[in-house]
């Protein structure tokens, strides 16, 4: 699958585009917008059902009624696609203040593009699903398509003179099966580990405090409505809800979705993942980077439980940075993840030792030819050079089976370059429309994937080079 973003005036990037391949990664200096364009991605893989809005002919919905059973074409709609999801696109430009917790002033430039190619867009799998009543279960109405078909046919299950149903509940019931069927293929099911996920780990219980205060104040708030509207003061309605003194701000959606996952662990750690069935070895190896693992009571209690020292329990305060920082993705990992996921991971290197760094890398690699596609904005020169040597290392070359058993490395870990794409954030030469003469600004360079040398990025090879320069003259300068 390819899928394309564009970006223009979204925070610092004056303009970006980039391409998700099984494993991307955006490289680049503070500042330069890898986090904007992280975000607003992660927005709208979590929120295209909202902004893709497919319109249902009235006309559609009468001949449900009158005839009992319609098919609905597919195809009809899937020619529609390219248009549904650039309108898609325009409707979420305006959830992007929601997204980033920001004034809406900041966005009022911005643009975000997706697109696919049409051969992406497979509709051959099959679907089933009743819609019932929500009192006594009684089913409504059936919608169905058969493996490899492209109709969807709709049945009425009872008497339409019965039927209490809106014609608009209908026609949104029938647009989202059509959304499902035409796109859920093309967006799979993102998870996201903020920068700030370590925070979210320490200050769960605090966190979790806030939210419950702010739950109380709703409900004193509905409490203040349903009072005797004639004596309800609307001066103290307004303080019931919020202090003078305390305001309660929204983080960005990223941010959130990290303190939500934080409190829903308890859950969370009575599920177990395909990867963990299928693939423990990979949880395996995600412990022996963590060191140790991590464990969740019936109270909701976290703890994290050191390898070799049996009688020890850790609280996340008394734990490492590293262990909280690794904490979420070791929960979905373990409890979540599947084949076809997005994981997206901003600066992944957060708290780790090199060495482990490399390993994250090396496990990053496992995930992408197991299926899951991996997203990470990263500053760190060490798991760039060692997905390098993952690339590498994937050759015919006679001396490189003698290095990937000498060093340790699995024929899993190895990296075919073409499923990889690589971005600089960085001053370039962008055209802007209606310009003729291009003009410097922020944007995404593509960097070179060599399957030998693997990938080139500038800024850490100029970085490192100056500081060697600095000691070879400190070492050799008296000369």
């Known amino acids: 699958m390819s899928m394309k973003i564009r970006v223009e005036n979204l925070g610092v990037l004056q303009q ?52 009992g059973a319609i098919s609905i074409d597919i195809t009809e709609y899937q020619k529609k696609a390219p248009s549904l999801l650039e309108n898609g696109c325009f ?12 004034p809406k002033e900041r966005f009022k430039e911005s643009k975000f593009l997706v697109s696919v190619a049409h051969d992406d867009m497979d509709i051959s ?57 035409i796109f859920a293929p093309l967006f799979s099911a993102t998870f996201i580990a903020s920068a700030e996920r370590t925070g979210a780990v320490t200050f769960r219980k605090e966190l979790d405090f806030a939210r419950n205060r702010v739950v109380d104040k709703v409900g004193r708030f509905f409490e203040e409505i349903g ?19 305390e305001v309660y701000e929204g983080y960005a959606l990223p941010v959130d979705k990290n303190v939500e996952f934080t409190r829903q662990l308890e859950a969370i750690s009575k599920k177990t993942s395909i990867l963990s069935e299928n693939h423990p070895e990979i949880l395996s190896d995600f412990s022996d980077i963590v060191g140790g693992e991590y464990t969740v009571t019936q109270h909701d209690q976290l703890y994290f439980l ?38 997206m991971v901003d600066e992944p290197e957060l708290n780790l030792h090199p060495e482990n760094q490399r390993r994250v890398a090396r496990l990053f690699a496992r995930l992408v030819n197991l299926g899951i596609k991996v997203f990470i904005t990263t500053h760190s020169d060490y798991i760039i050079k060692e997905l390098n040597t993952l690339i590498m290392l994937n050759g015919d070359r006679p001396h490189l089976k003698r290095i990937i058993e000498q060093e340790g490395y699995l024929p899993q870990e190895l990296l075919s370059p073409d499923r990889i794409r690589v971005y600089i954030a960085e001053e370039g ?51």
């Open 91 to 102: 409707a979420y430009i305006g959830q992007l203040p929601r997204i980033f917790a920001a």
């Open 227 to 245: 009072k005797d509207r004639e004596k309800l003061n609307p001066i103290k309605l307004f303080s019931t809800f919020i202090d003078e003194d």
């Open 306 to 343: 050191p390898k070799g020292k049996h009688s020890v329990k850790l609280t996340m305060d008394e734990s490492s940075s590293a262990v909280r920082s690794l904490l979420d993705i070791g929960f979905y990992l373990k409890h979540i993840a599947k084949p076809g996921d997005i994981l």
């Open 16 to 67: 970006a585009e980039f391409t998700l391949g099984d494993l991307t990664i955006i490289c680049g200096e503070n500042n330069t917008g890898k986090t904007y364009a992280t975000y607003a991605l992660y927005g709208f893989l979590s929120n295209w059902r909202e902004a893709i809005s497919i319109p249902i002919p009235e006309e559609t919905i009468q001949a449900l009624l009158s005839d």
């Open 429 to 479: 030469l962008i055209k802007q429309e209606g310009k003729r003469r291009r003009v410097r600004a922020l944007t995404f360079t593509p960097a070179d994937i060599d399957p030998e040398l693997g990938i080139e990025v500038g800024s850490f090879d100029k970085t490192i080079g100056t500081m060697n320069r600095i000691q070879d003259d400190i070492i050799w300068g008296e000369e």
């Open 125 to 181: 799998r099959e679907y089933e699903n009743i819609i019932r009543t929500a009192e006594n279960n009684i089913g409504l109405f059936s919608l169905t398509k058969a493996q490899d078909s492209t109709d969807l046919v709709i049945t009425l299950l009872v008497e339409k003179e019965t039927l209490k149903i809106p014609q608009g509940t209908f026609a949104r019931v029938i647009a989202d099966v059509l959304k499902t069927i």
